[in-house]
């Protein structure tokens, strides 16, 4: 099979097959498949043009639109991934992947395909750490924070991905893989691109995850965009050098731009070709369907650490139950359908507001699969929020929060996962079920396991799915439910404390006693601000050594390393806390910090015992200096501690993937602040004002 392999699109359609068609009649072969890195931009209107995240200058309605209405045909079959200059609300209808156009199809946010044989992974999107942990918030009309971070790469995905098992022929991501130019020619690449060589020295040049993928799949080709230059590569797979995969990025769709690459593998199938979904990717998407966000908190991925499931690699029981849920033919439907009037150059229509979209095609997707689509939350949301306010208008004693199942931003997701026992399908020994298993820890979930991804939720609820009519509330404030498809997600409003919440109102009330006292006193402005401001030090500096946020990362599951507890949290998992195992650096810095809340403590006794006796003012002077000096020693002592084993960096660097928390945070104000004090405490001892 012939590939032809495209960098950034751009919108240039035409362009891309007229080339495809000149390089078929120079050589006399034909081009079979046509896969693009990105930056499609399947703009089908000028309100999807309003959906793209570049400026109005460069924004132009380009060609997809003649292939979209039917105008045109696709001469050859495409598939492609999003980037970060694309019709957004256009692929958010479609976050599984789906056709855009006839013959040309849509990988979604992350999706795994079969072409006669050939086995295609891809990536949509771009990483940015910021967004990395958030769910699939974002919905049309875009704000201008959610028309950029609608396109940033999520954890789940990767997450998704890495479950992968068995060859993977062709990987597509937009991004490059952070620290793939260390395996090619980084020299020639920062003559024609030298102002890369910053970030290529730091290490901030692609994107982490990929590479996290890259080293786990190790895929016969990877193909990237995004940096309109091209560049290959060959990463081999370490302790097994025989195993290499083969990088190339791509150039965008310009003249003299080396943005088109053609190649051959071997398929399966002769001409015409036609997609199918690959099984073990439907089974991954099944399982882990209770993963799915669409609210803007933080939300990890389960770890190796937590008390339930986290390798989802299926089983061959799990994959006869998906493979019968598609009667055994995998092949994916030609079932495209427009949701948008094309772009009509004659017309002078007005430009309509772009709006949230629900896709047949992906309807009909989860309905088979059984699994939410992601625009469907979004759209029940919406529409309980606005029945919510509004009753809550007409007679806000009639609404019992406790009791109300509702869509809240404090919400809690509950799915189910069914597992059949009866065969509907006869699966030889050439059934997509028996494939092969996975090298990557999953035998522990062999055919006999008794694996339940939810929790809660009745075994025979897995059928059963809830969501929000319109009409929604009752006389009694309970909300209207009807069972329809695809299951959606319940969202459960809860009652609960966080720690450091706990804190804050523990130590307040310290605050306002403390405060109460000092004030009454009749004492000099100097020491009664003196004293207050060691009173906010020492509370900041025990509130650092009570939480475990020194350092935070999300490897592996959130987990946060403190100076007395570390704390490890999963999704929709009990939090974890065991006492921290000190390296020397970090225990010095414990007992320095500890040390010097006891001196504070006693600086605040002697200013408060002041109001009698104010010959104790200098001896609160000095002890309030000795508490800087040991303040300011763990600070220099703790950096030196970031090459534990449990970060993993170099003393006073921390690596990318971690970095510092609240709780650092709150003991450098803590130091401050008695820099501060001791400044005001120093002046005590002179005449007063």
């Avoid at 974002?138 to 971070?149: A, G, I, N, V």
């Avoid at 504070?600 to 002041?610: D, F, G, K, P, R």
């Avoid at 993937?657 to 609240?662: C, D, F, K, L, Y």
Wanted: charged share 20%.
């Amino acid at each position: 099979m012939r590939i032809a392999v495209e960098g950034c699109a751009h919108g240039e359609l035409e362009i891309i097959y007229n080339t495809i068609q000149e390089i078929e009649k120079v050589d006399g072969r034909k081009i079979d498949l046509l896969i693009c890195c990105g930056d499609f931009q399947a703009t089908r209107n000028l309100s999807d043009l309003e959906c793209m995240a570049i400026s109005d200058k460069y924004k132009d309605m380009c060609t997809f639109y003649k292939y979209y209405s039917g105008e045109k045909e696709a001469p050859v079959l495409t598939v492609f991934i999003g980037g970060n200059h694309e019709a957004s609300n256009h692929l958010q209808e479609l976050p599984y992947g789906g056709w855009v156009a006839p013959n040309i199809f849509y990988l979604g946010y992350a999706g795994v395909i079969q072409v006669a044989g050939v086995r295609i992974a891809g990536l949509s999107g771009i990483y940015k750490s910021q967004h990395w942990m958030q769910g699939h918030h974002e919905k049309p009309p875009y704000t201008d924070q959610t028309l950029r971070s609608v396109y940033h790469v999520r954890n789940l995905e990767i997450f998704r991905l890495k479950q992968l098992s068995g060859k993977i022929d062709i990987f597509l991501s937009h991004d490059w893989p952070a620290g793939v130019t260390k395996y090619g020619d980084e020299d020639a690449l920062l003559k024609r691109k030298p102002f890369f060589r910053s970030d290529i020295e730091s290490n901030t040049l692609g994107s982490p995850p990929c590479m996290e993928l890259l080293e786990q799949l190790y895929p016969s080709y990877w193909f990237s965009a995004h940096l309109h230059c091209k560049f290959a590569a060959i990463i081999p797979k370490k302790g097994e050098e025989a195993r290499v995969t083969k990088f190339l990025a791509l150039d965008k769709c310009l003249p003299k731009r080396k943005f088109l690459q053609v190649l051959e593998v071997r398929s399966q199938q002769e001409s015409p070709l036609r997609l199918s979904y690959d099984l073990e990717w439907l089974t991954i998407l099944y399982l882990t369907n209770h993963l799915l966000s669409v609210k803007t908190s933080m939300h990890s991925m389960p770890g190796r650490y937590g008390s339930g499931r986290w390798m989802y690699t299926p089983t061959a029981k799990e994959r006869q139950t998906v493979y019968e849920k598609f009667d055994c033919d995998l092949q994916v439907p030609l079932n495209f359908t427009r949701t948008a009037q094309p772009y009509d150059p004659s017309a002078d229509a007005p430009i309509e507001p772009p709006r949230l979209t629900i896709n047949d095609q992906t309807t009909r997707f989860c309905q088979t699969l059984g699994i939410d689509d992601p625009s469907t939350l979004l759209q029940i949301i919406a529409n309980s929020k606005e029945i919510r306010s509004g009753e809550m208008s007409i007679n806000m004693s009639s609404v019992q929060p406790m009791e109300i199942s509702t869509f809240d931003e404090e919400g809690e997701l509950l799915s189910s996962f069914e597992e059949h026992s009866s065969s509907k399908c006869l699966s030889g020994e050439t059934s997509p079920v028996n494939s092969p298993k996975s090298n990557n820890g999953d035998d522990e979930y062999d055919d006999s396991a008794d694996v339940n991804t939810s929790e809660n939720v009745p075994d025979d609820s897995a059928n059963d799915s809830t969501t929000f009519v319109d009409s929604a509330f009752t006389d009694d404030g309970n909300v209207q439910c009807v069972q329809t498809e695809p299951n959606c997600k319940k969202f459960k409003r809860r009652n609960y404390s966080l720690y450091s919440n706990t804190l804050v109102i523990f130590y307040e009330g310290i605050i306002s006693t403390q405060l109460l006292t000092v004030l009454k006193a009749k004492m000099d402005k100097l020491t009664i601000i003196s004293g207050i401001l060691f009173l906010a030090a020492d509370i900041f500096a025990i509130a650092s050594l009570a939480m475990p946020d020194w350092i935070i990362t999300d490897i592996g599951g959130d987990t946060r390393l403190g100076l007395m507890i570390s704390c490890m949290t999963l999704h929709n998992r009990p939090q974890v806390c065991y006492k921290s195992d000190l390296q020397s650096e970090w225990l010095m810095a414990l007992v320095f910090i500890f040390v010097g809340c006891i001196l504070i403590t006693a600086t605040i006794i002697l200013l408060v015992s002041s109001h009698w006796d104010r010959n104790v003012i200098p001896y609160a002077r000095w002890v309030g200096f000795g508490a800087m000096v040991l303040f300011c020693y763990a600070a220099v002592i703790f950096p030196m501690g970031f090459h534990i084993d449990e970060i993993g960096g170099q003393p006073y660097q921390l690596p990318n993937s971690h970095q510092v928390g609240i709780s650092y945070i709150l003991f450098v104000l803590a130091l401050w602040i008695t820099v501060i004090s001791e400044l005001f405490a120093g002046k005590v001892c002179l005449p007063h004002f």
